[in-house]
């Protein structure tokens, strides 16, 4: 399989995929199988599974999986919806899980809180899969207040985590992603999601795991199987191969376990916007940016936010433009002016005592004025709800306002993430605008973007927003992120991270040789590819 | 000063929205108004959700927009929110008044 591209029709059209059928069946109607799933593997696998959980945790009908199939991601053809879903609580549930799906050759597709809103949520990158909840799983397993460590379960999320510190009136923070509340820290990190604090590269600040493989095996990495693990959260690399980064984006084992470093609340927080009014100023603001980041004197993970993509947070579409055509600048500018805010809007935030803190403004005010940036405070934009939002999120506050973007096409509800990544140069960004904004033009969509600024790298964080009623407008939904990846691609500017729609088609633009290696991998470790299978394009 | 905020803010929260979560321990079954702040209220009055209490919605249509979410709502999942936490929220929901402190459409 490796090298080659998982074709849909193939899958659908030549026989190597049963459907089930409609009546009397108590699994989803019309679902695809897997290949080589037989209705029968199906339905044992079910039974077996209701045996490990009790039948309050399996779903296997329609009506049952619903909320297992909501995605904001395109599926036209609805190929990603699962056949089930299992619940277990614990590792030995997890293990006696993945031997049953071993006996029935039934994939399983893992996901710890499911709320990768954009990414696909709890829908499948290949048909016929069994999703494996492992949200149960909620457990807080340990905080240590002098490490500054915690080890959690996958289905802890980030509001639990901030609960459970300020319930105990420990002064640590936690780094959210743009949903904190609803997701969590194992799913975010494995995903390799970032937050905006200084800790804002959750993998960067993972330690240790417990992985459970496919054939049931227990792995503990770094510091974990030692005799005396007390280093397990304090020292990410061990011994010999650092295995952790193979269960981030993968399908080789099932993470039950996983470490983090957590920051200490800071004596000062202060969080700052920059507002330039032209568009063609990013390439400036990174290149601004770049050196204060490399010296940690912007200490966070930067968003330069685009006013469209603001303005599609709190405001519809029809507010902006009457016109179908792709919203132009003019208008976003126009509009952006009126709710005081810049056409890039570039949020970093200061941690430290009162003269670090001073001193680090002092020479970002100093970087900005020399490029016509306008550095605002707290006090200056009072109750901005863009800025409040972003202060919010450079504290690790939990907030789920973006999620307001899915209704800026309207009601339906269509968001599908694409964020290649360049190196943090303001020659890489004009280009990638203007290629941008071509293909989303010729598929009726508009231009909502975000730049992130990383330690050397600049992440293009563009927000495919679209009408998911409109059975259509998710057709061109679909059509037009392919076209965004390959487009991209072909200019060397490539995916961190993509949603279950499209996993083949980004993992094809890293090459064959990863491919192969990626798919030896499987092979060794999920010889019968049980796990969630499609996953980064890893079959 | 930020130890000190945080434990007035504990101190301040009343027991019903607080977790009680220990280590080691999955979370125990929430308060309707516990699961209402910790989930509903980041959209509902929020900017980004309708307004929903004080409104008198049917239970059962709760019940059936939470585990559905539709168009821009998120669904949940019964591992999310439990069966027995989403009934008491739906009656919860259901008989709350007006929260004037909610803003948004």
Request: aromatic share 8%.
């Amino acid at each position: 399989m490796s090298g080659a591209t998982i074709d849909r029709r193939g899958l659908l059209g030549a026989g190597v995929a049963a459907t089930i059928g409609i009546a009397g069946q108590a699994m989803a109607q019309g679902a695809v199988l897997a290949p080589g799933v037989s209705k029968a593997d199906l339905a044992a696998a079910l039974k077996a599974m209701r045996a490990v959980v009790g039948d309050a945790w399996v779903a296997g009908d329609a009506e049952s999986l619903r909320p297992w199939s909501k995605s904001y991601t395109p599926d036209p053809t609805g190929r990603h919806a699962p056949v089930g879903a299992v619940a277990p609580d614990n590792v030995e549930q997890v293990q006696a899980i993945l031997k049953i799906a071993n006996q029935y050759r039934q994939p399983l597709w893992p996901v710890s809180t499911g709320k990768n809103m954009g990414y696909g949520s709890t829908t499948t990158a290949a048909p016929g899969q069994i999703i494996l909840d492992l949200k149960r799983m909620n457990r807080i397993l340990s905080v240590d207040t002098e490490l500054c460590t915690a080890l959690v379960e996958p289905g802890v999320t980030y509001q639990q985590m901030r609960d459970y510190l300020d319930e105990h009136n420990i002064p640590l923070w936690i780094d959210v992603p743009t949903v904190g509340p609803i997701v969590g820290p194992v799913g975010n990190t494995l995903d390799r999601g970032v937050g905006y604090t200084p800790y804002g590269e959750h993998f960067m600040v993972q330690c240790g795991m417990e992985v459970v493989m496919a054939n049931g095996d227990i792995l503990k990495t770094g510091m974990g199987s030692t005799k005396n693990p007390s280093a397990w959260q304090a020292f990410k690399w061990g011994y010999g191969p650092y295995l952790d980064g193979i269960f981030t984006q993968s399908n080789f084992g099932v993470v039950t376990k996983m470490g983090l470093w957590l920051m200490p609340a800071p004596p000062v927080y202060k969080p700052l916007v920059v507002r330039h009014k032209k568009m063609e100023d990013v390439a400036r603001i990174t290149d601004a940016m770049r050196p204060l980041r490399i010296a940690g004197i912007v200490p966070n993970v930067v968003l330069m936010m685009g006013a469209a993509y603001q303005l599609a947070m709190f405001h519809r579409r029809g507010e902006v433009t009457t016109k179908p055509a792709q919203v132009s600048d003019e208008e976003i500018a126009q509009f952006a002016a009126q709710h005081d805010l810049g056409m890039w809007n570039t949020y970093i935030a200061l941690y430290g005592t009162p003269a670090q803190v001073a001193e680090s403004e002092r020479i970002i005010r100093g970087a900005f004025a020399a490029i016509d940036g306008d550095v605002m405070t707290q006090e200056q934009m009072k109750d901005n709800p863009w800025f409040h939002h972003h202060a919010t999120l450079m504290r690790g506050g939990l907030s789920l306002e973006e999620v307001g973007l899915a209704r800026w096409k309207g009601a339906g509800g269509g968001l599908a993430w694409f964020a290649p990544v360049a190196p943090a140069k303001g020659s890489e960004t004009q280009g990638q605008i203007d290629l941008a904004k071509q293909i989303l033009a010729r598929h009726g969509f508009d231009y909502t973007a975000a730049f992130a600024v990383g330690m050397r790298e600049l992440h293009h964080i563009i927000a495919l927003l679209y009408d998911k009623s409109d059975p259509a407008e998710e057709k061109r939904a679909d059509d037009c992120y392919r076209e965004l990846v390959t487009g991209f691609g072909d200019r060397g500017w490539c995916s961190y991270r993509t949603g279950v729609h499209a996993m083949d088609l980004v993992a094809a633009q890293y090459g064959d040789t990863n491919r192969a290696v990626n798919a030896a991998i499987k092979q060794a470790l999920d010889p019968n590819h049980i796990l969630a299978p499609g996953k980064s394009g890893i079959a | 000063m930020r130890r000190w905020m945080l434990m007035a803010l504990a101190l301040a929260a009343p027991a019903s929205a607080q977790t009680g979560q220990s280590l080691g321990q999955t979370l125990a079954q929430r308060s309707p108004a516990k699961t209402y702040a910790s989930i509903c209220a980041y959209c509902h009055g929020h900017n980004v959700g309708p307004i929903i209490l004080g409104r008198k919605l049917p239970v059962e249509y709760i019940q059936a927009m939470v585990r559905a979410g539709r168009n821009g709502m998120p669904a949940m999942r019964p591992t999310e929110i439990s069966p027995a936490e989403l009934d008491a929220l739906a009656v919860w929901i259901s008989k709350a008044p007006k929260d004037t402190k909610e803003h948004g459409q």
